[in-house]
C-alpha cells in the first residue's frame, strides 16, 4: 500500500494550498481519510477527515470555516483545500488511511503518507 501526498509549498498569509493525496494497493473507496499535521516541533495533530461513503467530514477547531476536505473514489484521492492559510499552518501534513472509523487519533489509522511541507509566511 502506498499514500503519496502532495500539493505542499511555501505561501504568504492569506493565500491558499490544495494538496492531494493518492492511494495505489488497496480499493479506496473502503478507507476513511484523514489529513494531520505536525508544527515544527509539535506533535502530529489532527487537521480532517472524511468518510469511506464521502458523507460524514471532520474538522479541527483551527480548520473549520478555511478548509474543505474532499475525495475522488474514482481518482483514488484525497484533498484537502486549505484558505486563508495563517503562520501556525505552518508544517508537514500527512494524508492517512483507515478502515474502520474517521477518527482525530493517530493510532486510528492503518497507513501513512510520507508528509508535504506548507510553509506559511507572515
Known amino acids: 500500500v502506498q499514500l503519496q501526498a502532495s500539493g505542499g509549498g511555501m505561501v504568504e498569509a492569506g493565500g491558499s494550498l490544495r494538496l492531494s493525496c493518492v492511494l495505489s494497493g488497496r480499493t479506496f473507496s473502503m478507507y476513511n481519510m484523514g489529513w494531520f499535521r505536525q508544527p515544527p516541533g509539535k506533535e502530529r495533530e489532527f487537521v480532517a477527515a472524511?468518510?469511506?461513503?464521502?458523507?460524514?467530514?471532520y474538522y479541527s477547531d483551527s480548520a473549520k470555516g478555511r478548509f474543505t476536505i474532499s475525495r475522488d473514489d474514482a481518482k483514488n484521492t484525497a484533498y484537502l483545500q486549505m484558505n486563508t492559510l495563517k503562520a501556525e499552518d505552518t508544517g508537514v501534513y500527512y494524508c492517512?488511511?483507515?478502515?474502520?472509523?474517521?477518527?482525530?487519533?493517530?493510532?486510528?489509522?492503518?497507513?501513512w503518507g510520507q508528509g508535504t511541507q506548507v510553509t506559511v509566511s507572515s
Open positions: 472524511v468518510a469511506s461513503t464521502g458523507g460524514g467530514r
Open positions: 492517512a488511511g483507515s478502515r474502520t472509523q474517521t477518527s482525530q487519533s493517530t493510532a486510528q489509522y492503518d497507513f
